[in-house]
Nanobody, 124 residues
C-alpha cells in the first residue's frame, strides 16, 4: 500500500502561480497529477517516471506547468505558472507500481493509489 498526501492548493488570480506537493509513503515507479472540475471526468495533467525522469504533459498545460519528483523524499511536485480560470479543479496525486508510458500514464484507471486531492481555484 501507498499513502499519498497532497498539499499546497489554494486560491490565486489569473496569471499567478502555485506549487502543489504530494508526499508518498514509499517509492513508486510512476506518479502523476490529475484534476477534476465539477461535473467533469478526472483527467491527466502531467506524469513523471522514475526511470530517466521522463515527463509527459497534457497539451493545455504545456509550457505553464512543471512536474518534478524528489525520489529521496518520495515527494511529487507540480509547479503551476500563468494559471487560468479553466485550471480551477481538485488536483489529485496518483501513483503506480509499474511504468505507465504514454498514453497509459494519462488514464486514471491505470493507477493503484490516489491522494485525497487539493483544491486549486483561479479567479479572473
Amino acid at each position: 500500500q501507498v499513502q499519498l498526501a497532497e498539499s499546497g492548493g489554494g486560491s490565486v488570480q489569473a496569471g499567478g502561480s502555485l506549487k502543489i506537493s504530494c508526499a508518498a509513503s514509499r517509492y513508486t515507479s510512476s506518479m502523476g497529477w490529475f484534476r477534476q472540475a465539477p461535473g467533469e471526468a478526472r483527467a491527466g495533467v502531467a506524469t513523471i517516471y522514475s526511470r530517466g525522469g521522463s515527463t509527459y504533459y497534457v497539451d493545455s498545460v504545456k509550457g505553464r506547468f512543471t512536474i518534478s519528483r524528489d525520489n529521496a523524499k518520495n515527494t511529487l511536485y507540480l509547479q503551476m505558472n500563468s494559471l487560468k480560470p479553466e485550471d480551477t479543479a481538485m488536483y489529485y496525486c496518483a501513483a503506480a507500481d509499474r511504468f505507465l508510458f504514454p498514453p497509459l500514464g494519462s488514464v486514471p484507471s491505470n493507477y493503484n493509489y490516489w491522494g485525497q486531492g487539493t483544491q486549486v481555484t483561479v479567479s479572473s
